[in-house]
């Protein structure tokens, strides 16, 4: 059996970042890789969007605030909150 090819996307920063700021949403299969889907219906955007800021590895400023929002509202994590300066290299980048 083959194991699944990673997404193109799986390595850019912004991926990363949210790996990194939100590991309520990692999963750990075969490799770890972002729960997409979980993410959105948490933020209140449709997964498309968010795999399109995958994609391009950008974001604007109103979904930043989303982010940094979603984790303002978040308890109990001991995963650093995201601040407007941590998401700057991700604003039209």
């Given amino acids: 059996m083959t194991s699944p090819t990673k997404p193109y996307w799986h390595g850019n920063n912004l991926n990363k970042a949210l790996i990194k700021f939100f590991p309520e949403y990692v999963l750990p299969k075969p490799y770890v890789t972002f729960d997409v ?10 997964h498309e969007c968010v795999y399109r800021w995958l994609r391009r590895g950008t974001l604007t400023p109103g979904y930043a605030d989303r982010i940094i929002g979603l984790a303002a509202r978040r308890r109990g994590s001991a995963a650093p909150k ?3 300066d941590d998401l700057i290299p991700f604003l039209f980048a």
């Fill in 37 to 46: 889907r979980k993410f959105a219906r948490a933020i209140g955007l449709s």
């Fill in 82 to 84: 995201p601040t407007r």
